[in-house]
Nanobody, 122 residues
Framework: VQLQASGGGLVQTGGSLRLSCAVP????????MGWFRQAPGNEREFVAS???????NYALSVKERFIVFRDNARNTAYLQMNDLRPGDTAVYYC?????????????????WGQGTKVTVSS
């Protein structure tokens, strides 16, 4: 499974970005989808996820600001990021869980995209 993440860029504090993750294939609706991020010098951390039923999960640091959702007709998962802060600066990765569930632990995911960089200026 090859993932293609896009939508990163440079934005000012308080701005918004929408990340997309396209997953080719016929069984996208069966997958769990996760978003993780890694800032320079830090470990990769969980951001948000949506399981095959559409149920979502968020890290506390992004709850109320980020929205994760999926469009099964387009085989795409999205991460809508609002009220961005400099602390959100990182490379963002999307991931696929073949199990269909969407946990907050990276070892539960089977495939990873190449990452898209998000920079939030103060």
């Amino acid at each position: 499974v090859q993932l293609q993440a896009s939508g990163g860029g440079l934005v000012q504090t308080g701005g918004s970005l929408r990340l997309s993750c396209a997953v080719p294939g016929r069984t996208f609706s069966d997958y769990g989808m996760g978003w993780f991020r890694q800032a320079p010098g830090n470990e990769r951390e969980f951001v948000a996820s949506v399981n095959w039923k559409g149920e979502t999960n968020y890290a506390l640091s992004v709850k109320e600001r980020f929205i994760v959702f999926r469009d099964n007709a387009r085989n795409t998962a999205y991460l809508q990021m609002n009220d961005l802060r400099p602390g959100d600066t990182a490379v963002y990765y999307c991931s696929v869980a073949l199990s269909g569930w969407a946990e907050d632990q990276d070892f539960t995911y089977n495939y990873w995209g190449q990452g898209t960089k998000v920079t939030v200026s103060s």
